[in-house]
């Protein structure tokens, strides 16, 4: 996928089917690149690299590495603060984009994720793929919404309707290779929960992991500061955070001094949510269902003359929105 970076004429971001994302400039020449191996847990699931900070002249201007799998999509939130990116891992990132951090991970029903889409307000964030379902996400409280049922093959492509969005409703399509459109509306007031046979599941928020603080230094560092009577040590064990940590009697061994403690710098590690049973979300029906291509759809836009979508065969056609 390749889009325009908003508010820049010049410079856009491509994905790739390594899992990598590269921000580039047009009227930049190209060159290859090298970059730096993960060092630590955070930098696994997601690593920046710039190799040309110094180089106005070359691409890329920096390197996303995003996931092991392919990266299938990526959208902007309308206040381009954020980036949603999916892909086959079955994960939905969210990227803080100002500050490029990796914030939250969402995990899919099933299969790999094809499809992503904000609404207009940036409150929701919409993925499809390979589960067949349409999946709601409440970017602001950091949970899952809704699931939506009507596809009959995995779903490629979602867009919302601006002309029918507001803060209490909205209206979306989706697209799949099962060449139907379907048009959805929603309101998060009038969704409940499906009925549960076993004990009470709440659907108000999900299981997360909480955001925790690591540092940002190795023992090597810690140990240039130390004075000479605490680097007395018995053995070596490992770490929680990679490498080797000390072990002995001492409790000074332990403590690095407090101007280490005072000048580390420590990273926010993302917030995972784990996916949830089918007894803990609300199902979602569509209003409109309808076959448009005679092959897989791969793509839905809405403009202010109707709705555009387009097949595998790279026919585009225009639709007209239905009565409200």
Known sequence: MIKWIPGSEDMFMASFDDGSILVLEKDRDDQTFQFASPSSWADEHFQITKPNKHNTKHNPIAHWRVSQKGITAF???????????????????????????????????FGGLSCVAWSPDGHYILTGGQDDLVTIWSFKENRIVARCQGHRSWVTGLAFDPLHCDNTDYRFASVGEDCKLLLWDFSVHALHKPKQKSRK???????????????????????KQQPPSSKRFSKKRPSLFGGSSNSGNSHEALTPPPSVITT??????????????????????????????????MDVIFTENGILTSDRRGRIRLWSRPSP
């Open 75 to 109: 959208a902007f939130s309308p206040d381009n603060q954020h980036v949603a990116i999916v892909g086959k891992d079955s994960l939905m990132r969210v990227i803080d984009y100002t500050s490029e951090r990796l914030s939250d991970v969402f995990v899919a029903y």
């Open 201 to 223: 599941l709440s659907t108000t928020s999900p299981i997360t992991t909480a955001p925790l603080l690591l540092p940002r230094h190795h023992k090597e560092e810690i140990e």
């Open 264 to 297: 580390t710098e420590h990273i926010r590690l993302p917030t995972i949510h784990p996916t949830l049973c089918k007894a803990q979300v609300p199902f979602l029906q569509p209003i409109v269902k309808q076959t448009i291509h005679p092959d897989p759809c």
